[in-house]
């Protein structure tokens, strides 16, 4: 027979009132009286029912997370690495991570999982939307919980944003190229409209601005995020432009620029300088090790949950949301 509330009361020496408030809690109890309560639980192997206690306290203690990850995709390393951060944080604080992977970067894919989200009761949405616009958000999202967007920064919804400073980052990789005399300096991105991808693009343009290089569309190449987009398109710059550095924008399409640059035998540095964006193990053993703009991934999904934490917790509507910048890291290795 299965154990309920009355044998965990039983056996902790507590009344079944003292057992319900250290489930729900719902009111002060010692820290001793909680210990035995707990080892009573796990005797007995005792589950509280999670739904009936949402209903009680308005709370699952749940939060849904989104983010987009493709098979083929190095962007998973990151996205994980955020995860991670946030299910440790979250943690610390009493909660658990529901994940729900937009692998299919379709929209109505991300709207279905939202509304699978609000069947559950989440206390929160975490979410790196596929979307720029997401005023969709003001329909689908029940109960009105907190939503804090991570790594990009849509519009149309009221919401915390917590970002890599993308612009900077991409800036200072300029400014190191730059500084080393490189004039001709090609940029692959990843598709704009996101505001990840219009950031670094914009960091770009503004640090050949400064010392007053003219802006060369013709040396820029705008690509999905893949493998094969960043080999095509470091091999459509190298034949025919004569640039002497590339500052490419994007994780996945940096291996596939360096892909092609080894396949060929391009001399780095010294036929050609190279900047890529993210610190991933396979950047360190390139020949020569790459030269990366490094996200605070971890960090990004810590914040990301205390952020979420505050709002559920502290419960003040009025609270303005914020945006949070966390620091890039230029990472100086051999390639420039």
């Not at 991570?150 to 890599?164: A, F, N, Q, T, V």
Request: proline share 4%; charged share 25%; glycine share 8%.
């Amino acid at each position: 027979m299965k154990a309920g509330i009355k044998q965990v009361a039983e056996l902790a020496a507590v009344s079944t009132a003292t057992v319900s408030h250290v489930i729900n809690n719902t009111r002060f109890v010692s820290n001793e009286t909680k210990e035995k309560v707990f080892r009573a639980m796990e005797e007995l192997d005792f589950r509280p029912n999670a739904i009936a206690q949402s209903l009680r306290s308005q709370k699952s203690n749940t939060i849904g997370l989104i983010v987009p990850i493709l098979p083929s995709d190095t962007s998973n390393f990151f996205f994980m690495t955020v995860a991670q951060g946030i299910q440790k944080t979250l943690k610390r604080h009493g909660y658990q991570v529901l994940l729900s992977n937009n692998n299919t970067e379709e929209l109505e894919e991300e709207k279905e999982q939202i509304r699978l989200f609000n069947t559950k009761l989440i206390d929160g949405l975490i979410i790196a939307s596929i979307a720029e616009e997401v005023g969709y958000l003001n329909e689908i999202v029940k109960s009105r919980f907190p939503v804090v967007f991570i790594d990009r920064k849509p519009e149309g919804y009221k919401g915390d944003y917590i970002l890599s400073d993308g612009f900077g980052g991409a800036f200072k990789a300029m400014q190191l190229l730059l500084d080393k005399g490189h004039t001709r300096i090609g940029c692959i991105t990843g598709t704009l409209g996101i505001s990840t991808s219009n950031e670094r693009f914009e960091g770009y343009k503004k640090a050949l601005a400064q010392p007053g290089i003219p802006f060369d569309p013709s040396i820029v190449k705008i690509a999905n995020s893949s493998f094969e987009s960043g080999y095509e398109c470091a091999e459509q710059l190298l034949s025919s432009s004569d640039i002497t550095a590339l500052f490419v924008a994007n994780n996945v399409l940096t291996m596939g620029a360096i892909g092609y640059l080894q396949e060929k035998k391009i001399n780095i540095p010294g036929d050609l300088a190279v900047i890529g964006f993210d610190d991933y193990d396979w950047t360190k053993i390139t020949t020569p090790p790459l030269t990366v703009i490094r996200q605070p991934s971890f960090e990004l999904g810590e914040k990301a949950a205390e952020v979420m934490v505050n709002r559920i917790e502290n419960n003040d509507e009025q609270q303005e949301f914020k945006e949070y910048r966390l620091q890039t890291e230029l990472i100086i290795r051999g390639s420039c």
